[in-house]
């Protein structure tokens, strides 16, 4: 890599592993990438893919902590997705949708959220398979997929700027304890609506206490949530970029009582730990 200096550097688990750590999670602040040599594994077959929708924050966080507590899966992607026929396409496909439309539409005409779980597994050739079970519910929809066709297929906020166009992005990003989730969804669910959103997603990530190898973000002994609220701002004016500002700080108030946040905030630049100390927010 290049650093700031225009020394060119090696760094890997061996060599400069300091910088290798933060180069890894960097997102290019601590300089430019210039060659990288990655250990290649066997793709699989086939991906097993199941999806539901879950309505009660309650149920998703046990339902989430018997998947992650399982192992059973190679992937799991989970969202706090929108009433909204659009979402549902886009997360469902317009097969799973037509699956359940009248129910799928009986559900938009409640302004509301539901969460959404995509779990994956991976069925290598030549090799045994057993297929877990999963969630059965009547929003539940299963598909295999290629793996190269999965692991290609366009990002949501990709998919949202082609269609509508660049804009702000007043984010909130957070890393949760597993034991204060539900608090902290039951106040984002208090505070929002479904078009606060500009479809975009928050995205909700678990992660295993025993797969950190740095401890700067979360205490070692606690499974945790990444949240990252990734919401766009249509119309794209300072009236309302300034409102879903202030919803992201807003959303953003409990987590400053649980370690190890300060969060990340983003925009159309950031609010560094110093700003974001001034802020005082209303209850």
Same mark, same amino acid.
Request: aromatic share 12%; net charge negative; glycine share 6%.
């Given at each position: 890599?290049? =650093?700031?200096?225009?020394?060119?550097?090696?760094?890997?688990?061996?060599?400069?592993?300091?910088?290798?750590?933060?180069?890894?999670?960097?997102?290019?602040?601590?300089?430019?990438?210039?060659?990288?040599?990655?250990?290649?594994?066997?793709?699989?077959?086939?991906?097993?893919?199941?999806?539901?929708?879950?309505?009660?924050?309650?149920?998703?966080?046990?339902?989430?902590?018997?998947? *992650?507590?399982?192992?059973?899966?190679?992937?799991?992607?989970?969202?706090?997705?929108?009433?909204?026929?659009?979402?549902?396409?886009?997360?469902?496909?317009? &097969?799973?949708?037509?699956?359940?439309?009248?129910?799928?539409?009986?559900?938009?005409?409640?302004?509301?959220?539901?969460y959404f779980i &995509?779990?994956?597994?991976?069925?290598? &050739?030549? &090799?045994?398979?057993?297929?877990?079970?999963?969630?059965?519910?009547?929003?539940?929809?299963?598909?295999?997929?290629?793996?190269?066709?999965?692991?290609?297929?366009?990002?949501?906020?990709?998919?949202?700027?082609?269609?509508?166009?660049?804009?702000?992005?007043?984010?909130?990003?957070?890393?949760?304890?597993?034991n204060k989730f539900?608090?902290?969804?039951?106040?984002?669910?208090?505070?929002?609506?479904?078009?606060?959103?500009?479809?975009?997603?928050v995205l909700i990530?678990?992660?295993?206490?025993?797969?950190?190898?740095?401890?700067?973000?979360?205490?070692?002994?606690?499974?945790?949530?990444?949240?990252?609220?990734? *919401?766009?701002?249509?119309?794209? =004016?300072?009236?309302?970029?300034?409102?879903?500002?202030?919803?992201?700080?807003?959303?953003?108030?409990?987590?400053?009582?649980?370690?190890?946040?300060?969060?990340?905030?983003?925009?159309?630049?950031?609010?560094?730990?110093?700003?974001?100390? *001034?802020? *005082?927010?209303?209850?």
């Amino acid at each position: 890599m290049v =650093t700031g200096k225009g020394e060119l550097v090696k760094c890997s688990l061996t060599e400069n592993q300091n910088l290798f750590k933060l180069v890894r999670g960097g997102l290019g602040q601590y300089g430019i990438i210039a060659t990288v040599t990655v250990q290649l594994k066997k793709a699989p077959k086939v991906m097993h893919v199941h999806k539901a929708l879950i309505a009660d924050t309650e149920e998703f966080s046990q339902i989430m902590n018997t998947i *992650r507590g399982s192992h059973q899966f190679e992937c799991i992607h989970s969202f706090l997705i929108p009433h909204e026929t659009h979402e549902f396409v886009k997360k469902f496909g317009q &097969e799973g949708y037509e699956k359940n439309k009248a129910k799928f539409d009986k559900l938009s005409e409640k302004k509301s959220f539901s969460y959404f779980i &995509e779990v994956v597994q991976y069925e290598y &050739e030549g &090799e045994n398979f057993s297929q877990e079970k999963f969630i059965d519910n009547e929003f539940s929809f299963y598909e295999q997929i290629d793996f190269f066709e999965y692991v290609t297929k366009e990002p949501p906020l990709i998919t949202t700027q082609k269609e509508k166009g660049q804009t702000a992005h007043p984010e909130l990003a957070v890393f949760i304890p597993v034991n204060k989730f539900e608090l902290f969804m039951t106040h984002f669910l208090k505070k929002h609506k479904s078009e606060d959103m500009g479809d975009g997603p928050v995205l909700i990530i678990p992660i295993s206490s025993k797969v950190i190898q740095e401890s700067a973000f979360v205490a070692l002994e606690e499974d945790f949530y990444f949240i990252g609220i990734l *919401r766009n701002a249509f119309p794209d =004016t300072k009236e309302n970029i300034a409102y879903l500002t202030a919803l992201t700080f807003l959303a953003g108030s409990p987590a400053l009582s649980i370690p190890p946040n300060p969060p990340c905030i983003g925009g159309r630049g950031s609010v560094g730990m110093k700003a974001w100390a *001034r802020i *005082r927010i209303p209850s």
